[in-house]
């Protein structure tokens, strides 16, 4: 059982990248997946989150307008398409599973978590 997480890189402001998080072992079906970030020195924050029943999706207000998280439970995967980068929006990038219908409430709640991607915004 493995998420794993990738399409992080070196952008400039302005510019876009888009995440995936795809899951081996398991089917993302039944599974909500968030994403989440951490940048150097700041605890873990959620940025998106996305349902396994209706697609319902969550946002941070940070990221609201500029990040689009969707899925496709064919190729197992979830991504996290971002747009209008900015330079706070650098960190490692991680992706999570819960196995729910809906976004859970707290971190802790995810049963699996992938190992993070770096994304850098920078001119």
């Known amino acids: 059982v493995q998420l794993q997480a990738s399409g992080g890189g070196l952008v400039q402001p302005g510019g876009s990248l888009r995440l995936s998080c795809a899951a081996s072992?398991?089917?993302?079906?039944?599974?909500?997946i968030g994403w989440f970030r951490q940048a150097p020195g700041k605890e873990r924050e959620g940025v998106s989150c996305?349902?396994?029943?209706?697609?319902?999706?969550y946002y941070a207000d940070s990221v609201k307008g500029r990040f689009t998280i969707s899925r496709d439970n064919a190729k197992n995967t979830v991504y996290l398409q971002m747009n209008s980068l900015k330079p706070e929006d650098t960190a490692v990038y991680y992706c999570a599973a819960d196995y729910s219908s809906i976004c859970p409430a707290h971190e802790f709640l995810y049963d699996y978590w992938g190992q993070g991607t770096l994304v850098t915004v920078s001119s």
């Open positions: 072992g398991f089917t993302l079906d039944y599974y909500a």
């Open positions: 996305i349902g396994s029943s209706d697609g319902s999706t």
